[in-house]
């Protein structure tokens, strides 16, 4: 087996009475797509910020690239080389396309303290950006206000902008939300592909995209994972039809 | 060009052309009052990298007007009674040159906005607006108690200080100085804001959590943008003293700070010509109204008003329209 890239340790965060992550230990291996899936309110998100490092755990470690990165922020992890995607957009809304990807791939290179050229004409760091662009098909809206951009079309641009970083690892909080069905195929067939870049821990709710990827699934209830394997194992395993994939075979 | 650009540059051609008119009809008063527009627009231009580029609503921005005029006015009055400001350990004596002046106006600045910076851009929201006043009134009340420097009177300077080729006393020479001064400021600006920090400024202003993803401390970037804003209004301040000939505890005063608040938001917040519209609005507006009421300041609350409810772009976001060409 390899090493594993990114792995939590016994990760427990509580809200109050709420139980959000309840040790949680899962890894992302190399060339591997992991999907995280469970019911809303789960504890996706939650767990993907602590390993962002925007979350501090109450217990358990984060290790990245054999490295504790528990005490480090979100800073320090993304120049590691973790990308990030949000569920909820956060991109500059008043910047073009272009200028976010451009902001990442300025992130990746560094010199942010240069105070006289004018960063939209670094070669460099455009060709980066309109690269990242041109591989999530936005590259004739590069000249869009982000604001105006669809809600499908700002979670591509999210995915750009981590793309940019050309990051050792990607973690993506529901990257097809608000693609339409077309749009998910696409998405679908484009982190396919970039596994082999670097694996991804994906939080998705998109059942035909999670089976069609994942190489692992994990499946978390109420902050516990519950199971993990292959696609075939959680669609076969008790707990989860009871907890999770019954709901929607009720539906 | 953009429209903002055409705006701009017909706002430059009246700021020429006003002063012009008042030299060869020999208005002088008309021209300190243009050399006033140009330093109070510098201040602008100073918070407006803060507060416009930044998002960083300083309401502190005395502090650094004021250290600007008392740099000026401590070493000026030293100059003027011979007297040394230190002699030991090492000799310092006072100056009546404006390079020095504003070097050392850019220096003292820089550095209180590091120190108020690094405390206060720990907080965000009130609290920082919070704490940058209650820095701003703790200078106002130091300098009210200092009686070395005129204490709560303040102090005049008897002879403009001087600059080298130029006859500073002269009103037009002055005028061209703060000018230049005033474009150089609106130059590095204009590059600063295209730059890769104002773009990660910018960025951090919308979205930090997008600056911190893609590896960039929005905090650096904040700390940096308000020493350089911090220089700025210092520079001004010794120029507004050097204009004035006098310095006082007023300059530290919430009212100052407020004043220059004023100008960029009248103006346009994070444009480029904000805060010269604003300064030149706000001192068109005290000339032609201030004759004729004592409370000319009603109209220009309710201007203010006006222009933060239905105007956000102010009067060049207004004029201009919303920009969206990126390069
Ligand atoms: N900062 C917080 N303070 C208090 N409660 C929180 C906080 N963040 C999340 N929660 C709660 O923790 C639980 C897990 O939230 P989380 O956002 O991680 O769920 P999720 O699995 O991502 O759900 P969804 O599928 O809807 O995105 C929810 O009950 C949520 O209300
Ligand atoms: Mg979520």
Redesign the interface.
């Known amino acids: 087996m390899t090493e594993p890239l990114l792995q939590t340790r016994g990760i427990t965060k509580s809200f109050g009475a709420l139980k959000a992550s309840d040790a949680i230990s899962l890894d992302l291996r190399p060339g591997e797509i992991h999907a995280l899936i469970g019911p809303n309110g789960a504890g996706k998100s939650t767990l993907i910020k602590q390993i962002a490092g925007n979350m501090q755990p109450d217990s358990g470690t984060v290790h990245f690239l054999g490295q504790d990165v528990t005490a480090l922020d979100t800073v320090a992890r993304a120049r590691l080389g973790l990308g990030r995607t949000f569920q909820i957009s956060a991109l500059a809304m008043e910047f073009t396309v272009l200028q976010n990807a451009v902001l990442g791939a300025l992130g990746a290179r560094g010199g942010v303290m240069r105070f006289f050229r004018p960063v939209m004409k670094d070669r460099a760091l455009l060709d980066r950006a309109t690269e990242a662009l041109e591989r999530v098909g936005l590259q004739d809206h590069a000249a869009t206000r982000t604001a105006e951009l669809s809600h499908g079309q700002r979670r591509q641009l999210e995915v750009a902008v981590a793309l940019t970083l050309k990051p050792r690892a990607f973690l993506m909080d529901e990257p097809m939300a608000g693609l339409g069905a077309g749009g998910s195929k696409r998405l679908t067939g484009f982190l396919d592909g970039l596994r082999a870049e670097a694996p991804i821990l994906l939080v998705e709710h998109d059942m035909d995209a999670v089976f069609a990827l994942a190489d692992r699934i994990s499946v978390l209830v109420y902050g516990q994972v519950i199971a993990t394997g292959t696609a075939a194992e959680i669609r076969a395993n008790p707990d989860v039809r009871r907890a999770y994939l019954g709901e929607e075979d009720a539906a | 060009m953009t429209r903002e650009n055409y705006i701009n540059a017909g706002l430059t051609f009246l700021l020429v052309l006003v002063p012009f008119w008042a030299w060869s009809t020999g208005q002088a008063y008309i021209l300190t009052l243009c050399t006033k527009v140009a330093i109070l627009a510098l201040a602008g231009v100073g918070l407006n990298i803060a507060l416009g580029l930044g998002g960083l609503v300083s309401f502190g921005h005395a502090a650094f007007f004021g250290i600007g005029g008392y740099a000026m006015g401590i070493l000026a009055s030293h100059a003027q009674t011979f007297d040394p400001i230190m002699e030991w350990p090492i000799l310092i004596e006072g100056t009546k040159s404006m390079p020095v002046i504003w070097l050392v106006a850019m220096i003292t600045s820089a550095l209180a906005a590091l120190l108020i910076g690094a405390l206060s851009l720990r907080t965000s929201g009130v609290y920082f607006i919070m704490i940058t006043l209650a820095f701003g009134q703790m200078l106002y009340y130091f300098t009210i108690g200092w009686p070395a420097y005129g204490g709560e009177d303040g102090l005049s300077i008897y002879v403009r200080n001087s600059f080298p080729g130029l006859n500073t006393l002269v009103p037009v020479q002055f005028l061209i100085l703060s000018y230049v001064i005033l474009g150089l400021a609106l130059l ?1 600006s204009a ?2 804001s ?7 400024l ?2 951090a202003r ?2 930090a ?9 929005p905090y650096r ?1 904040r700390l ?1 943008a308000f020493v350089i804003s911090g220089a700025i209004t210092g520079l001004a301040g010794a120029l507004f003293a050097d204009l004035n000939r006098f310095i006082s505890p007023t300059m530290f005063s919430w009212h100052t700070s407020g004043e220059i608040m004023i100008f960029v938001i009248l103006g346009g917040v994070g444009r480029l010509y904000g805060p010269v519209a604003g300064a030149a609005l706000f001192i068109l507006l005290e000339h032609l109204l201030g004759g004729v009421s004592d409370y000319w300041k009603i109209f220009l609350g309710a201007l203010l008003l006006a222009v933060v409810l239905f105007a956000r772009g102010g009067l060049i976001g207004t004029l201009a329209g919303r920009e ?4």
């Open positions: 590095f590059r600063l295209r730059a890769p920090f104002g773009l990660a910018t960025a919308q979205n959590d997008r600056v911190e993803t893609v590896g960039i401390a970037l940096v969206v060409a990126h390069d």
